[in-house]
Each structure stands twice: as C-alpha cells, then as structure tokens.
C-alpha cells in the first residue's frame, strides 16, 4: 500500500517568508509525528497528532512554528518568519494508533531558507 | 527528558563481516527501542524493534539486544553486505500506563555503517 507521502519534496524560500508543509499519512493511521532532522543529526520530535488534536507539542521550537490536523487525515507545518535555521530536513511519520508504537517516516521536504 | 546516546559514530566493516552499534539511554521509563536504517537522502526505515519486556529479538541477518538493568541496546548485523551501508539510528519512546505509546521518539546521533566489498 502507500505509504506516507509529503510535498514538496524540495523549497527554496527567503528569510521572513511563511512556508506550509503537508504531509499525508498512511490510510487509516490516526496518529501523526513531524520530526525535523538537521543534518549528520537524528531525527528531532517537533509535534504529535492524535486525531485531530495535537497530543503533544512540546518539542516546537518557538510559536513561528505551528501545525494542524483539520479532518484527522493530512497535516500541514506552518513556519512563519522563517530564519535561517531553520533550514533541515521535516519528516512527518504514522503510526497506527496511540497504542501502536512502530512509527513509518515520509521522505522528507528539504527547507532551504536563504 | 529522555537522552540517547549511540556509538560509533562511524563503523568500517569488510563485507561479511559482523557490526555492532551500541544504545544507552537515561530514562528508564522508556520501553520501546526501534532501529532505522536511513540512505543517503532517503526515508528513515524501520528495520527492527524491541520493547523492554524482551531481551533480544532476531530477524534473518539482524538482532537487537535489551539489557534493561544497564539501560543499553544493541543492533547486530552479520554477514554484512554492500547493501547494508547507511546511517542507522537507534531511538527510544515511552509507553502509557494503558499500553499504547506515549508518542515521541528520541534519536541517537547516528552511526554510518560502511561495507567495503
């Protein structure tokens, strides 16, 4: 079956500008993780979806960063007045359920802020 | 929070040979330690699991070991094949008093494997 997909793979945009991000999980799976990874680093836990609510933000880095998860299916990653660190690699990842533990990554969009 | 620490950081083998990547993390409420294998501007793949009421789980030329008193983890691969260079990333997560998963990941560093044919 299809696994978890997101879009776009690549974006390029100035420092000040706001980028979305989607990602689409794997059918069915209700829970939601994005993870940014910087690179020769591992993945590092931004937000956790549940549903539709977010069950767990702890891990945003300030509140230019902000996602949603309006039907429980598709997230999008919001990232306002973008800075140049902010610039890494965003996984989105599913898992089955909040009592599923294995978590199945999307392959990323690579976010250049120049 | 919870801390994971991984080494090597990089790990030469000669193909067929075996690898060892060694985990220790600090909060001894985690209990699910998953390894992915990540290519060079690919996904992060699942290739195995272990949750801490095991202390070692196989799958064909892969094995993960749990020693929960020391709160380390270990994944070994033997018979290693060209194929098998990458980065690989251990993690471990926290479960609920319900039994599901707490949710987060937390990700070692990362270790690049290197078969040399």
């Known amino acids: 079956g299809a696994g978890v997909s997101q879009t776009p793979s690549n974006k390029v945009t100035e420092k000040g500008k706001y980028v979305e991000l989607r990602c689409d999980p794997i059918s069915g799976h209700t829970a939601l993780y994005w993870y940014r990874q910087s690179l020769g680093q591992g993945p590092e836990f931004l937000i956790y979806?549940?549903?539709?609510?977010?069950?767990?933000d702890s891990g945003l880095p300030n509140d230019r960063f902000f996602a949603v998860r309006p039907e429980g299916s598709v997230s999008t990653l919001k990232i306002q007045r973008t800075e140049r660190g902010d610039s890494a690699v965003y996984l989105c990842?599913?898992?089955?359920?909040?009592?599923?533990?294995?978590?199945?990554f999307g392959p990323g969009t690579r976010l250049t802020v120049t | 929070g919870e801390n994971v620490e991984q080494h090597p950081s990089t790990l030469s083998v000669q193909e067929g040979d075996s690898a060892v990547i060694k985990c220790t993390y600090s909060d001894s409420a985690s209990n699910y330690f998953p390894w992915y294998k990540q290519e060079l501007g690919k996904r992060p793949q699942l290739i195995i699991d272990i949750r801490s009421n095991v202390g070692e789980k196989k799958d064909q030329r892969i094995a993960v070991t749990l020693n929960k008193t020391a709160k380390h983890f270990s994944l070994h691969i033997t018979e290693t094949q060209p194929e098998d260079s990458a980065v690989y990333f251990c993690a471990a997560s926290k479960g609920t008093s319900y039994g599901g998963s707490q949710g987060n990941l937390i990700f070692g560093k990362g270790t690049k494997l290197s078969v040399k044919p």
């Open positions: 990842a599913s898992s089955l359920s909040s009592s599923s533990y294995e978590q199945y």
């Open positions: 979806f549940q549903g539709t609510g977010a069950a767990d």
